[in-house]
């Protein structure tokens, strides 16, 4: 009967953590973080190697959006060992509103400048 | 010091110090210059080294996974990051606007130093570092020119006055020389012309003749040699002089003189009206008061037409004289009272009549004018009043 009554409280405890969640967070873990987590796709490194590459969060996102509607490994910035590695991505076929949001969403997320402290 | 000595020595340092102090201020000026921008620059130097530090730094922290990545912050440098569109991404210096120029100053007070960090770690594609410019060196810098300048000016001015005396040292031996020369001239000259003149009185006294041309004529030339005499010796001991300021008789004196001159006057047939107003009294040197005097008359006499009008008034306020002559030249009226000229070549005399008035008139703050008009004659006022 406890053990019952406590795989109760957890997934009552899980269902509210998740109805709580920020809709913008939620499609983001959604579209994208589940999937990476299931790959185990460092986010914060290709977001840096973005960074360091681009240098704006516009110029950024424009790159992302690029690549995500045509997924290849030459238009990709991640060097060649990164594929080696992590599975090609698969074309999402979202429209370009929740892709562009998405990557939005994305850069807010691993924004460097929220970890910047003097 | 003779008065001219003084005047060359005063002018050779004022041209020998004035192209020295411009030609040290210039060299000085280039030399701060180039010191001060050798200082800017070392601390530029250290700008650099402080951005290299920077950007190694973030370099780290782009690396990093740490939740909270810490800036670089080494006073006394502050320093931003800025993206590939120059827009401020973080640091310390927030409002800095970012310049085309990698290294520059504002209000000659900030420095700052403008890298670009590739590939753009933490998206900074630039990294402006700044410091504020130390300025103690500069100052030392100034103060050390302040006090070299000054110690070269000291140097060069007794350098200056060192040389300057060697360099007239010559002229004023010469000077020394000629001075001594009219003075032993003048005193040579004054025992034969005392005794011809004594002589010529003792002859019209006790001799009983009457006067012929011939010993008018040598009593004429006599007195003007006597003038001539009394002029240099004047000139000659002015710097010397000790002058007995007493209470003359300025009526007296000037009809004493005119007497004195009659001879010359008549030789020349000139008209003389006299107007001279009675017990007009002056505190002032006899020696003064009658080279003023003759030296007036005698040009009065010598620039005058022959059988011309001589008109001499005296009153308390000024002494005037006024010839028929040949008069001064406009261009010449400028020049009149510089010793050694002369307003005619023809007549005789050296020059030093008007130069002699002149100095009486300024050592007793009289006031001399000079009016004249070519062949019509020369008015000359002295007005006694300060």
């Known amino acids: 009967m406890g053990k019952i009554t406590g795989i109760f409280i957890l997934i009552c405890t899980l269902v509210s953590a998740e109805n709580s969640m920020d809709p913008g967070k939620r499609q983001l873990q959604k579209d994208c973080l589940q999937c990476h987590q299931k790959q185990q796709i460092p986010n914060e490194m290709v977001y840096r190697r973005y960074l360091s590459i681009y240098s704006t969060p516009m110029r950024i996102k424009e790159a992302m959006v690029a690549y995500l509607r045509n997924p290849q490994k030459e238009h990709s910035i991640m060097p060649p060992q990164f594929f080696l590695k992590f599975p090609m991505k698969e074309n999402l076929n979202f429209d370009d509103e929740r892709l562009i949001k998405d990557v939005e969403l994305y850069l807010d997320t691993f924004d460097i400048k929220k970890k910047l402290t003097l | ?386």
């Open chain 2, 1 to 386: 010091m003779l008065k001219s000595e003084k005047k060359s020595l005063i002018r050779f340092l004022l041209i020998y110090l004035g192209s020295t102090f411009l030609l040290f201020s210039l060299a000085s000026w280039v030399f701060y210059q180039h010191q001060r921008h050798q200082l800017i620059d070392q601390q530029r130097n250290a700008l650099k080294y402080e951005a290299q530090q920077i950007k190694t730094q973030l370099h780290k922290l782009h690396e990093s996974s740490d939740p909270q990545l810490f800036y670089p912050v080494h006073p006394p440098f502050a320093s931003s990051i800025y993206d590939i569109d120059k827009n401020y991404i973080f640091g310390t210096l927030k409002g800095a606007r970012l310049l085309e120029e990698s290294s520059y100053m504002k209000d000659e007070t900030q420095l700052y130093y403008l890298d670009k960090v590739e590939p753009y770690f933490l998206g900074a594609a630039f990294l402006l570092v700044s410091k504020t410019l130390d300025t103690k060196s500069i100052v030392k810098l100034q103060e050390m020119m302040v006090w070299f300048m000054l110690g070269a000016g000291v140097f060069f001015t007794l350098l200056g006055y060192f040389l300057g005396k060697l360099f007239i040292a010559p002229m004023r031996d010469s000077i020394k020389q000629m001075n001594q020369f009219i003075q032993d001239t003048t005193h040579e000259l004054n025992t034969p012309i005392s005794t011809i003149l004594t002589n010529i009185e003792m002859l019209e006294t006790f001799g009983k003749c009457q006067k012929s041309n011939e010993l008018r004529r040598i009593e004429i030339a006599s007195k003007t040699l006597s003038r001539i005499y009394d002029d240099l010796t004047y000139l000659n001991l002015n710097h010397h002089y000790h002058r007995h300021i007493e209470r003359l008789d300025v009526s007296g004196a000037v009809r004493e003189r005119v007497v004195f001159f009659s001879s010359m006057m008549e030789a020349k047939g000139l008209t003389l009206r006299l107007d001279i107003d009675p017990g007009v009294m002056l505190e002032m040197d006899r020696n003064d008061l009658v080279r003023l005097i003759d030296n007036l008359i005698s040009n009065a006499i010598k620039y005058n037409k022959t059988k011309g009008l001589l008109h001499i008034s005296l009153t308390g306020e000024y002494f005037r004289i006024a010839d028929e002559g040949i008069g001064i030249k406009e261009k010449d009226m400028e020049n009149i009272l510089h010793r050694f000229k002369r307003a005619n070549n023809s007549e005789g005399g050296f020059g030093i009549g008007l130069d002699i008035v002149n100095q009486v008139v300024s050592s007793y703050q009289f006031v001399l004018s000079i009016k004249s008009k070519v062949q019509k004659g020369t008015e000359v006022e002295v007005r006694w009043e300060k």
